[in-house]
Nanobody
Framework: VQLVESGGGLVQPGGSLRLSCVAS????????MRWYRQASGKEREWVAV????????NYADSVKGRFTISRDNAKNTVYLQMNSLRAEDTAVYYC?????WGQGTQVTVSS
């Protein structure tokens, strides 16, 4: 199993980023996919999930209405569209699927 995140970077408050996670080594369409994040000095926290069965989604209260998770089973890719970013969204963002983790991608929100 391999999960490779990309799309992180430095963005100003109120800006947007789209993260991608490309999966390999397992049947992507058979698994729910999740995004987590970990800010410096804090525990890793769950951000969002997109289920494999019906494509339904769910979000942490802290990102609800600002972030959108989606998946493209043809590309074995899960996305996280992040809008209206805030300083408190600064963290390393990790993709999770089939009990495996990617290496993470850094998102920094700062003016």
């Amino acid at each position: 199993v391999q999960l490779v995140e990309s799309g992180g970077g430095l963005v100003q408050p109120g800006g947007s980023l789209r993260l991608s996670c490309v999966a390999s080594g397992f049947t992507f369409r058979d698994y729910s996919m999740r995004w987590y994040r970990q800010a410096s000095g804090k525990e890793r926290e769950w951000v969002a999930v997109v289920h494999n069965t019906d494509m339904s989604t769910n979000y942490a209260d802290s990102v609800k209405g600002r972030f959108t998770i989606s998946r493209d089973n043809a590309k074995n890719t899960v996305y996280l569209q992040m809008n209206s970013l805030r300083a408190e969204d600064t963290a390393v963002y990790y993709c999770n699927g089939k009990n495996s983790w990617g290496q993470g991608t850094q998102v920094t929100v700062s003016s």
